[in-house]
């Protein structure tokens, strides 16, 4: 069995940073790539950032706009999302997720439907 588990989200004061990592396990995991959407209240889940374990590409979504960075490591099957100048509206729930893994055919990156394991999200909260 898969598991994707979360850390590192709590409260934070508008223009902090924040690091969250992610790590994922089970003996038959592989992955080419782990991204991180979020959800805010109300909202629908939004693609964040990801990288492709084959190159260490990475791709964000347009409104991260150079505040947040995503890293990881592949053998360790860890992804990391460095989170700086944090905004109100950065508040939401974090989610870690991976794709199915196998022989790479393209799946848009950014679109939760690319990724078959999921984590239960960890809470980033920001205030003034």
């Known amino acids: 069995q898969v598991q994707v588990v979360e850390s590192g989200g709590r409260s934070v004061q508008a223009g902090g940073s924040l690091r969250l990592s992610c790590a994922a396990s089970?003996?038959?995991?592989?992955?080419?790539?782990m991204g991180w959407f979020r959800q805010a209240p109300g909202k629908e889940r939004e693609f964040v950032g990801a990288i492709m374990w084959s190159g260490g590409d990475t791709y964000y979504a347009d409104f991260v706009k150079g505040r947040f960075t995503v890293s990881g490591d592949g053998a360790k099957n860890s992804v990391y999302l460095q989170l700086n100048s944090l905004k109100l509206e950065d508040t939401a729930v974090y989610y870690c997720?991976?794709?199915?893994?196998?022989?790479?055919?393209?799946?848009?990156?950014?679109?939760?439907?690319?990724?078959?394991?999921w984590g239960q999200g960890t809470l980033v909260t920001v205030s003034t």
């Open positions: 089970g003996r038959t995991f592989s992955s080419n790539f």
């Open positions: 997720a991976a794709d199915s893994g196998g022989t790479y055919r393209y799946k848009p990156i950014s679109v939760t439907g690319s990724y078959t394991y």
